[in-house]
């Protein structure tokens, strides 16, 4: 009796990548456990959504702007619904306040710098994980990684 | 006194400012998180791979500022 591949990823019924896609950007983590890759898309969620939470608690609400930063916006973007909540939270709420108070929501120097990094590499790295939600259906995926998992899961 | 009043989520860690290069660490282990969790099959050591891509990262940072000061400081001024 040949043992079960204890590599392969487990496929639900669901067949709709391009959904997945969508509530994945929409939560991320969310469209790997659509595809019945549960634990994969808790892993993702943790790190994505940690990244964001991180990003704004050292940068403030001023780390998502779209008005001043907006290239590095687009990018955050992609860590879905969540950089558009800070992000009107940082201008129709930290912006309106008063002009003492306003002061200390602004983000200077280093730490803006690095606030508005960490959302957009959580960002991209959602991308990342959009992009490989669409190659979950192609074969030789478990294959690849099969042959991380040999190198002891530390291959890069 | 004024980090008594930092409000979380809110305002910057303005405390944080001389101390930012270790803010590079949890930078780098939420990029391994998501790395490690697409790479890995979903029984894979998880905590392990991150570990070591963490310590890899932090080492490969390390090192490019070694080598940048060595290059900027030592080597080029006496070119």
Request: charged letters at 10%; proline letters at 6%.
């Amino acid at each position: 009796m040949t043992p079960p591949d204890r590599h392969a990823k487990p496929q639900s019924q669901f067949q709709h990548p391009a959904l997945a896609v969508i509530l994945g950007w929409l939560l991320p983590g969310a469209g790997h456990m659509l595809l019945g890759q549960r634990t994969r898309g808790l892993r993702v969620m943790a790190g994505i959504l940690g990244l964001v939470c991180v990003g704004v608690l050292i940068g403030g609400v001023d780390a998502v702007d779209s008005v001043r930063d907006k290239l590095w916006y687009m990018a955050q973007l992609g860590a879905g619904p969540i950089v558009v909540l800070v992000d009107v939270l940082n201008q129709q709420v930290a912006r309106t306040l008063p002009q003492p108070a306003q002061f200390h929501t602004m983000g200077l120097g280093h730490l803006n710098a690095i606030g508005t990094l960490y959302i957009a590499l959580a960002g991209l790295m959602n991308i990342v994980a959009l992009l490989d939600l669409l190659r979950t259906r192609e074969p030789e995926a478990p294959a690849r990684r099969s042959q991380d998992a040999a190198l002891g899961g530390t291959a890069n | 006194m004024w980090q008594l009043a930092w409000i979380p989520f809110l305002e910057p860690m303005h405390f944080m400012q001389g101390l930012w290069y270790l803010l590079a660490i949890p930078l780098l282990v939420g990029i391994a998180m998501v790395h490690k969790g697409l790479r890995l099959p979903e029984r894979g050591l998880w905590l392990r791979g991150v570990g070591i891509m963490t310590l890899q990262s932090l080492l490969g940072l390390v090192g490019l500022a070694v080598g940048l000061y060595l290059l900027v400081l030592v080597i080029v001024p006496q070119l």
